[in-house]
Structures are given as C-alpha cells and as structure tokens.
C-alpha cells in the first residue's frame, strides 16, 4: 500500500517513564524541583556576571553563553517530561516534535563550540597571558560568542529538514523522554536512510571537531603548566581550568556514549536515562561546578546574597 492511500499521523504520543506509573508523583516532584533550580542557578550566573564587576571578563563571559544555552535545552525538553510524567504521557503535534528536536539539536551544537571557544579563552589565558587581554578583546570576544548560535542554529538546518520530511502512516508512540531522531526514524513509513546519512556525515565532524580541538589546546595549556616552577602557580593554574574539565567531560561522556556507541548495544531504558543525563543534569551540574570551585563566583554569590 502506498503512503498515500494511508492514514497520515500529525499527532504523537511521548511515553516518558510510561512504565513508572505507581511512582510518576513522586518522580514529577523531583524532575519539577530540579527543572525549577536549574533554571535559577543558571540565571543566577548571568545575573551575577551581569553586576559583579570583577566577573567581567571573557571566561565568565563566555559562561553566561553556557547557562543560556543550558536554560534554553532544559526549557525545550523538560516540560513535556513533566507533562508525561504527570499525566502518564503527553500528546505532541509532528510540528511541536520538530521544533523541539531543532532546538534540542542546536544547543547542544551550540553548546559543543562555545566549550571550545571556553578552551580556547584558557589556553589563551595560560599559555600567553601577558597578551591575553590583547588578543582577547572585545571583537574577538563578540565573535567567538556570537559565532557557536549562528553554527548551532544554521548547521542544525541540514539534519532537521530531511527530518522534517518524514511521512508517518501507523504508529504514533514515542517512548523516549523527548523528540529524538531514533524514535522519529523508527516510527515513519518512509525511507529515512538519506536523513540517517545526512546526519551521521554532519554531525560527526561537528562533534569531534570541537572535541579534538578541546584535547589539543589542553595538551598546550598543561604543557605550559608543568613549566611553572612554583607549586602555587601550578595548582592555581590548574584550578582555572578544573570546572571547564569537568564539565567537557560530563558533556561528551554523555554524547559519546548515547550517539557513538550503537544503539543496539543497550536497552531502551539505558537510552532514557543516558538522554536525562544530558538533558536534564548536565544544565543542573554545570552552574553547581562553577558555584563549588570557582571562588570569584563564590564571593559575588555571597555578595549578591547579603543585599
């Protein structure tokens, strides 16, 4: 029979934790106070960048970008998971699906250079410090801001429109926690391996790029590090650049292991948890590992909590 003799779906069911049920209350509690603190701890970070004088410099400039670009993936897919959550599932238009994995699709780019553009403002700031502030200047600085959106949101396109094209004849149940290109691909009735290439022949390059980049300008920042001669210098050099570590580790370590590693190698449920993982924890841990270990953001925190 072909597609166009059949019944076409334009509505989807998103399952979330479907097989949770007897917990879902308690579940929706959770995920609703961690939604709610993510969403204030990063706005805290750009309002406290935004007043303290002594942060404005690129490294917190650039992180503002990052909490921003935290607050808009944590606001693209954790409403229809509460939603889920609380109502057993929730309806989504094929629209409302593709505009929720455009944009999951380009913070997460976007989100992939602006911690190599961070990198890069450290290995600036430790390898070449008395002409940081030269080179670091204020067109540079709105440039390497401005350009991860623009690559995030524009590259996206290339994946998302042979997406956009897939014909849906029967099924409707997503069971995943959002939107996603797996669940999209296995449920559609068309032929979706020209997306599948398409994505794999972008995506790749646009991952491991920013990746590669990351690991080599650290190699130079540690380098550089293992010639200072005090302990001091070294471990307050080290301390610059322990949060961005950890949390370019946190980042890839949950794209690598949902993207990289083939998908039939672990269950749907492992699926679901490693996808909250990146969407969920990774903007709550972010703006928790800049507040833990970096003291000029503890000072201004304190400053900005005794008003």
């Not at 072909?2 to 995920?31: A, D, H, Q």
């Not at 380009?106 to 450290?122: H, K, N, P, Q, W």
């Not at 204020?138 to 996206?156: A, D, K």
Request: proline content about 4%; glycine content about 4%; some cysteine.
């Amino acid at each position: 029979m072909s597609p166009t003799n059949k019944s076409r779906v334009t509505e989807f069911i998103l399952l979330g934790f479907g097989n949770i049920y007897s917990f879902n209350i308690l579940y929706f509690i959770v995920f609703q106070s961690i939604f709610l603190f993510t969403l204030i701890a990063n706005l805290l970070i750009i309002v406290l960048v935004s007043i303290s004088h002594h942060l404005h410099s690129p490294m917190y400039f650039f992180l503002c970008h990052l909490s921003l670009s935290d607050i808009l993936l944590t606001t693209n897919t954790h409403p229809n998971l509460l939603a889920a959550l609380l109502l057993g599932k929730k309806k989504v238009l094929f629209l409302d699906c593709i505009t929720q994995f455009y944009f999951f699709s380009g913070t997460t780019i976007t989100e992939c250079f602006l911690l190599a553009v961070m990198s890069y403002d450290r290995y600036l700031a430790i390898c070449v410090p008395l002409r940081y502030i030269t080179i670091m200047d204020f067109t540079l600085r709105m440039c390497l801001s401005v350009l991860p959106w623009v690559l995030g949101f524009l590259l996206n396109l290339i994946a998302v429109i042979p997406v956009s094209k897939f014909q849906f004849c029967d099924g409707n149940i997503i069971d995943h926690i959002y939107c996603d290109l797996s669940p999209l691909q296995k449920l559609s009735c068309s032929d979706t391996s020209l997306a599948e290439f398409v994505v794999f022949v972008f995506s790749t390059p646009i991952f491991i790029c920013p990746c590669g980049f990351i690991v080599l300008t650290y190699v130079y920042i540690f380098l550089t590090i293992l010639k200072i001669p005090s302990t001091t210098g070294r471990q307050k050099a080290l301390s610059t650049c322990s949060s961005h570590l950890l949390i370019v580790s946190m980042f890839y370590g949950t794209l690598i292991t949902k993207y990289m590693i083939p998908s039939t190698g672990h269950s749907l449920t492992v699926n679901k948890i490693i996808s909250l993982l990146h969407t969920v924890f990774t903007p709550l841990f972010n703006p928790i590992i800049y507040c833990l270990r970096n003291q000029d953001i503890r000072v201004a925190l304190k400053k900005f909590l005794s008003r």
